[in-house]
């Protein structure tokens, strides 16, 4: 069965810090993995794709496939970064997307 | 340039109504999904369509049935509400060569079941 766990329900920064997200998964063929990210009453939004390896407002992930992991990264954390960060899988072959339960990011000024 | 309206931004409803929450897409996409968001319990996938008329449970399938009849348009259907269908719907879209690039989500309905 396809999994994603956030281990972390909460994260809270200071301006400036180096922040890490993480996300492991379940699934024994390649997984696609995103990260979805939710400002304060906006729409989720997509962040970052496994497949693309960009760069998005400072933010960058790598997939790990030896240790199941799809860590969200950016060295120095900025204010307007507090949201809520949910990681996601989509199988080979499915269409669907299925979400870790979400980690809510709070950077103090 | 709104691409997945959700026509409700609020609901409240009572106990055993039958509600309708409706999702519409303008990017000619072929998947249509519908998500609840819970706070500690992430996004759970209730129902999802590939094409019209086609559709296919979610993990939390229970308590809801679903509609396509045209390609743009996905509803989800509460036949009896419950106090525990209190919740945000999410409607997402995607297909083809989009889906490499995730989904894009409404903004969502919050219901409220009296």
């Known amino acids: 069965a396809q999994r994603v766990t956030q281990p972390e329900k909460l994260l809270s920064v200071f301006k400036g810090a180096p922040v890490e997200l993480k996300c492991n998964y379940s699934y024994s063929g390649s997984p696609e993995l995103f990260w979805y990210v939710q400002y304060s009453r906006q729409r989720l939004q997509l962040l970052l794709r496994?497949?693309s390896r960009e760069s998005i407002k400072g933010f960058t992930a790598d997939l790990n496939k030896g240790e199941t992991s799809f860590h969200l990264k950016k060295p120095f954390a900025q204010e307007e970064d507090s949201a809520m960060y949910y990681c996601a899988l989509r199988s080979g072959g499915s269409e669907k997307l299925v979400f870790g339960k979400g980690t809510k990011l709070t950077v103090n000024p | 340039d709104v691409k997945v309206t959700q026509s409700s931004r609020y609901l409240v409803k009572r106990t055993g109504e039958k509600v309708f929450l409706e999702c519409v897409q303008d990017?000619?996409?072929?998947?249509m999904f519908w998500y609840r968001q819970d706070p500690g319990l992430g996004l759970r996938l209730i129902y999802f369509?590939?094409?019209?008329?086609?559709?296919e449970k979610g993990d939390i399938p229970e308590g809801y049935s679903v509609s396509r009849e045209k390609k743009e348009r996905f509803s989800l259907i509460l036949e009896s509400a419950s106090t525990n269908q209190t919740s945000m719907y999410l409607c997402a879209s995607g297909g083809g060569t989009q889906a490499n690039y995730g989904y894009t989500f409404g903004s969502g309905t919050r219901l409220t079941v009296v």
């Open positions: 496994h497949i």
């Open positions: 369509s590939y094409d019209v008329k086609m559709k």
């Open positions: 990017m000619d996409h072929e998947n």
